[in-house]
């Protein structure tokens, strides 16, 4: 079974804070990605990652940063977090292949105070 | 640039009643089409996909989805729901990228 984890579950911040959220997958898949969740709103893409040391912007990439230094982690990272940030993140990993399934790790809620 | 739109956002139902979700995508080249849903605090996960071939997909718990491609839509349908199958469901397109444009979701809510 393909597995998909992030680091926390649940997340709280001070405005201002750098937060990293981490995410780690085991089936050696190229492709990663961070979205956001928020209601009424789905899922809205914050960054890839198609290749170790390799990204790019999603839809919504300001504010957030990425790094992939290895094939199997992906991390996003708020430089300083703000109220607007609190939301559900969602760490997904796939195979190159267009009709690829992703697999998505459980999210992380976070909240911005 | 392609987008989904899901026109419900909820969807109240009884046990064992039949349902459709709706879910219609807007994109001038050939598409590959996805169903994801998310059962509470947990991540989404593959319902089923359109690649090619037979229009008629289906998954092992009973829901299908049927690609037409003159209406540009890609329903999901179930023919008699389970409580168990309270979740929120995603549909999503991929049009040539490696990337995934998700509709805004329909939480389905099965009552007894």
């Known amino acids: 079974d393909v597995k998909v984890t992030q680091s926390s579950r649940y997340l709280v911040k001070r405005t201002g804070e750098k937060v990293f959220l981490e995410c780690v997958q085991d089936?050696?898949?190229?492709?990663m990605f961070w979205y956001r969740q928020d209601p009424g709103l789905g899922l809205r893409l914050i960054y890839f990652s198609y290749d170790v040391k390799m990204k790019e912007k999603g839809d919504i990439p300001e504010g957030y940063s990425v790094s992939r230094e290895k094939k199997e982690r992906f991390s996003l990272i708020l430089e300083s977090a703000s109220t607007n940030q609190t939301s559900m993140y969602l760490c997904a990993s796939s195979s190159p292949d267009r009709g690829e399934t992703q697999y998505f790790g459980p999210g992380t809620r976070l909240l911005v105070l | 640039a392609q987008s989904v739109t899901q026109l419900d956002s909820q969807v109240p139902v009884f046990e064992e009643a039949p349902v459709e979700l709706r879910c219609n995508y807007s994109s001038s080249v050939s598409v590959y089409l996805f169903w994801y849903v998310q059962y509470p605090n947990q991540g989404l996960q593959l319902l089923l996909k359109?690649?090619?071939?037979?229009?008629l997909v289906e998954s092992i718990n009973g829901f299908e989805a049927e690609f037409n491609k003159s209406q540009t839509s890609f329903h999901l349908r179930k023919p008699s729901v389970h409580i168990s199958d309270t979740a929120e469901y995603f549909c999503a397109v991929n049009t040539g990228f490696q990337k995934l444009v998700f509709g805004t979701g329909t939480r389905l809510l099965v009552s007894p």
């Open positions: 089936m050696d898949h190229e492709n």
């Open positions: 359109y690649l090619s071939g037979s229009t």
